[in-house]
């Protein structure tokens, strides 16, 4: 299995930044790929991004130039830089995994982004 914890959420005004975290464990071998999606309230969880162990990367159009997704060295920890955040921008994050081992993909419990115009 594939344990995955997010941190970095918060409050901030619109055009401020934020960076999220993802820290995996357990079955980290087996992850061929992360990504980040969001939930807004009475709306369908939707990608945000996503990157690949192999490094490929890809955007919604709607954070492209604004979000960076980027991994550490060992490619058990994923962020998201978010820059220039707008009020649409408010959802609750989730990080994901896919593994080489499990059929279902793995979710971290979320955490809330707000901006405020």
């Known amino acids: 299995q594939v344990q995955l914890v997010e941190s970095g959420g918060g409050l901030v005004q619109a055009g401020g930044s934020l960076r999220l975290s993802c820290a995996a464990s357990?079955?980290?071998?087996?992850?061929?790929?992360m990504g980040w999606y969001r939930q807004a309230p009475g709306k369908q969880r939707e990608l945000v991004a996503g990157?690949?162990?192999?490094?490929?990367?890809n955007y919604a159009d709607s954070v492209k130039g604004r979000f960076t997704i980027s991994r550490d060295n060992a490619g058990n920890t994923v962020y998201l830089q978010m820059n220039n955040l707008k009020p649409e921008d408010t959802a609750v994050y989730y990080c994901?995994?896919?593994?080489?081992?499990?059929?279902?993909?793995?979710w971290g419990q979320g955490t809330q982004v707000t901006v405020s115009s």
């Open positions: 994901n995994a896919h593994s080489t081992w499990y059929a279902s993909a793995f």
């Open positions: 990157i690949t162990r192999g490094g490929a990367t």
């Open positions: 357990g079955s980290t071998v087996s992850i061929n790929a």
